[in-house]
């Protein structure tokens, strides 16, 4: 992670306004917190699980049991998750202690990036606020009536022509200092979204392959196979959700502009607004693998289409 870059983005975001509209920024907040402690909660929960699984003692039908399926010397020697390796017995001491060591890794991993999975995502709601904040600030403009034409009424109509034009430049310089910090923040995380999609798409394909064949397993199995697969699942969809959330925003600006009073504006603001407008035609997805990736709702049900085909592919070639 570029961390010099992340710097650069908290100091960005140190300059957000965030006293216009307060109320935004305070359900943004608690909404964090509430994710958080969650999902936080439930990699925890899950993680608990994961580790101290194979200490927990078994009966001698599901001893007999799980002998059964897979053959074990040792059914008590239980992997928290199903390693598929031929011709090797899982359960022989000489082969249970490194795998269950590897199972480990989920502990430093989760230590380092649960801050980093969870902190970018917060970033862009912040960003999302001030899209708000703007599209707000762009519904107000124009709306000051343009009075009868005499010299009195004429000196006001150019003081709140220039005012408006003032109010404009304003939300230009702001919608352009939006885009510069969703720039940097693309630069910042292209090769942590990149690593996240490949990682999350592959996760999601082995543990719903699990769900498939829930009926070989034990209750306690089941119940932590779905845990498992509903986590990654989720935090899945919550990225394509976030990238949902972006383009939203950016067409709220678009809609605020045009459902301004801009035709009451001078042609000067008018030809600014348009200028505007423009700007927020491209779309504001995030993307991965240089753009070929887009996450969004489509993405996510093609991603579905992709899980499907291959959980059909891996039923298919055990027959």
Same mark, same amino acid.
């Given at each position: ?6 710097? !650069?983005?908290?100091?960005?975001? *140190? ?19 509430? $994710?958080?402690? @969650?999902?936080?909660?439930?990699? #925890?929960?899950?993680?608990?699980? *994961? ?16 002998? $059964? ?21 899982? @359960? ?50 124009? *709306? ?44 910042? $995380? ?11 798409? @592959? ?5 719903? #392959? ?22 990654? #699942? ?6 394509? /959700? ?32 348009? /200028? ?26 093609? @991603? ?5 085909? #291959? ?7 055990? !027959?």
């Amino acid at each position: 992670m570029n961390g010099s870059g992340v710097l !650069k983005l908290i100091d960005l975001m *140190k300059k957000f306004d965030v006293t216009s509209y307060p109320i935004i920024f305070t359900n943004s907040r608690r909404l964090e917190r509430l $994710t958080f402690f @969650s999902y936080v909660g439930s990699v #925890f929960i899950i993680m608990l699980l *994961k580790v101290s699984y194979p200490f927990v003692p078994i009966s001698d039908a599901e001893y007999e049991h799980v002998q $059964t399926i897979y053959g074990y010397k040792y059914p008590q020697n239980r992997l928290p998750q199903c390693w598929v390796i031929p011709y090797v017995d899982l @359960s022989v001491p000489r082969w249970f202690i490194p795998l269950y060591l590897s199972q480990l890794y989920f502990i430093p991993l989760f230590l380092v990036n649960a801050t980093v999975i969870l902190l970018f995502p917060f970033i862009l709601l912040h960003l999302v606020g001030q899209h708000i904040v703007l599209s707000y600030k762009l519904m107000s403009l124009g *709306k000051s009536p343009i009075g009868i034409h005499s010299r009195h009424s004429r000196s006001h109509q150019k003081i709140r022509e220039a005012r408006e034009k003032f109010e404009l430049k304003k939300c230009i310089h702001i919608h352009q200092q939006l885009l510069h910090f969703r720039a940097l923040y693309d630069s910042v $995380t292209r090769k942590q979204i990149d690593l996240r999609v490949l990682i999350l798409f @592959s996760t999601v394909c082995i543990s719903s #392959f699990s769900i498939t064949i829930l009926s070989r397993f034990n209750l306690d199995k089941q119940c932590f196979l779905l845990a498992e697969f509903i986590l990654i #699942f989720g935090y899945y969809y919550f990225s394509c /959700m976030i990238s949902e959330i972006l383009e939203w925003a950016n067409c709220r600006i678009r809609r605020s502009a045009y459902n301004s009073a801009w035709y009451e504006m001078c042609p000067e603001a008018q030809r600014m607004m348009l /200028m505007l407008i423009r700007r927020t035609q491209k779309p504001h997805y995030t993307r991965s693998l240089a753009g070929i990736v887009v996450l969004c709702n489509e993405s996510f049900v093609k @991603s579905l289409k992709t899980v499907y085909t #291959f959980i059909r592919f891996v039923n298919l070639a055990n !027959k």
